[in-house]
């Protein structure tokens, strides 16, 4: 059973760096036939798609983040990970991880999701 | 970007009611639509993609239909298990783009 896991600082201090890793069990991320992504969603909003990368380093960017992120693959086998930069207090949010078919951009398996908090 | 409205906002329903959630997009996605079921604290779910396709596992009464730009997701027979947040998303093009969830919660 695939399991996706995120793991990230819990509160970072505004035009920090946010650091965050997903975790993936029960599949290879190197397999091949998948993107894995970020996907966020603010304290009483709706669930906003971040960006998602293929293990070959193909990525893609929300146009509105683009400028702040970076994802990747790693650091350590099976995971891949986000970087967002110059954070405000508009980035706090659950993120979630997930996986989505190459040649579909819906996502079939999520982490649970973990809360950042931008504060000083 | 592709805009994704849902209707209504909040749902209060009784288990056995059928439940209906609009989604509209803001220009035309064909099918590439999918729904996911979220509760607090919880992965989301899949439950449909191509608008009508049902993920392997999610129970029959799930159904989804629609194109171009109107969408609707029916649960045939509310049961205790599905009082939650659903969501829609747009494949179509990129930025991917969700509804702001419908929470359907206990009249």
């Known amino acids: 059973q695939l399991q996706l896991q995120e793991s990230g600082p819990g509160l970072v201090r505004p035009s920090e760096t946010l650091p965050l890793t997903c975790t993936v069990s029960g599949d290879s991320i190197s397999s091949g036939s998948y993107f894995w992504g970020w996907i966020r969603q603010p304290p009483g909003k709706g669930l906003e798609w971040i960006a998602d990368?293929?293990?070959?380093?193909?990525?893609s960017y929300n146009p509105s983040l683009k400028s702040r992120v970076t994802i990747s693959v790693g650091p350590s086998k099976n995971q891949f990970s986000l970087k967002l930069s110059s954070v405000t207090a508009a980035d706090t949010a659950v993120y979630y991880c997930?996986?989505?078919?190459?040649?579909?951009?819906?996502?079939?398996?999520w982490g649970q999701g973990t809360l950042v908090s931008v504060s000083s | 970007d592709i805009q994704m409205t849902q209707s209504p906002s909040t749902l209060s329903a009784s288990v056995g009611d059928r439940v209906t959630i609009t989604c509209r997009a803001s220009q035309s996605i064909s099918g590439w639509l999918a729904w996911y079921q979220h509760k607090p604290g919880k992965a989301p779910k899949l439950l449909i993609y191509?608008?009508?396709s049902l993920e392997s596992g999610v129970p029959s009464r799930f159904s989804g239909s629609g194109s171009g730009t109107e969408f609707t997701l029916t649960i045939s027979s509310l049961q205790p298990d599905d009082f939650a947040t659903y969501c829609c998303?747009?494949?179509?093009?990129?930025?991917?783009?969700f509804g702001q969830g419908t929470k359907v919660d206990i009249k």
């Open positions: 997930g996986r989505r078919f190459s040649s579909y951009g819906y996502f079939d398996y």
């Open positions: 998303q747009q494949y179509y093009s990129y930025p991917w783009t």
């Open positions: 191509k608008a009508a």
């Open positions: 990368i293929h293990y070959s380093g193909s990525t």
